[in-house]
């Protein structure tokens, strides 16, 4: 995700330097999936079962697509055997052929904290799993900030027989 025009005063050496660090440590592999840099690959993600349940991942690079080549899971780890019917909602799982583009998270969701101890590479897959229920909260702060901002003032007071009653007010 693009830094923001208002937000780009943060982001100075000692981020560039963090980011540095990271990509030295991750040596090319996203931090979660493992998946490598720059490959074109196949993804595969969904669920168990329809409309719950943990969303699941799988890749494997495009050159081994009707190779014998080990499917990889959303932890890194070798997936063993065939792969599950992965169901989404209603629909059979999504199955792309995606280039593998790594980005910059801040792991504790603080855009502040620039230690490269919490700095991870992520892909765009991994990094859009990860920041998904912090960018919903914001999304819905947002949608709540935008619809109190059309609403008029109301004002809370007590009538003149000491009931409490609400009325607009003009400010």
């Known amino acids: 995700m693009p ?31 493992t998946a490598p840099k720059d490959m074109r690959i196949t993804r595969i993600c969904g669920t168990l079962q329809p409309r719950r349940g943990p969303r699941l991942m799988f890749w494997r690079l495009l050159r ?3 190779s014998d080549a080990p499917w990889i899971d959303q932890h890194g780890k070798e997936w063993k055997g065939r792969l599950p019917e992965l169901w989404d909602g209603s629909r059979r799982a999504v199955r792309k052929r995606v280039w593998v583009r790594l980005t910059h998270a ?5 855009n502040r ?9 992520l892909c765009d897959a991994c990094h859009n799993k990860y920041d998904g229920p912090t960018r919903a909260k914001h999304a819905r702060l947002t949608r709540q900030r935008n619809k109190d901002a059309r609403r008029p003032f109301l004002e809370v007071y007590r009538d003149n027989e000491g009931d409490v009653a609400i009325r607009r007010t003009d400010s």
Do not use: K, S, T
């Not at 991750?26 to 979660?32: E, H, L, S």
């Not at 904290?113 to 590479?121: K, M, Q, S, Y």
């Open 106 to 110: 801040h792991l504790n969701q603080d």
């Open 113 to 121: 904290d620039h230690r490269p101890a919490n700095i991870g590479v």
């Open 64 to 66: 081994c697509e009707w």
């Open 3 to 33: 830094i923001r025009r208002d937000e780009r005063d943060r982001y100075g050496e000692e981020y560039r330097a963090a980011c540095r660090e990271a990509d030295r440590r991750a040596m090319g592999m996203c931090g979660r999936c």
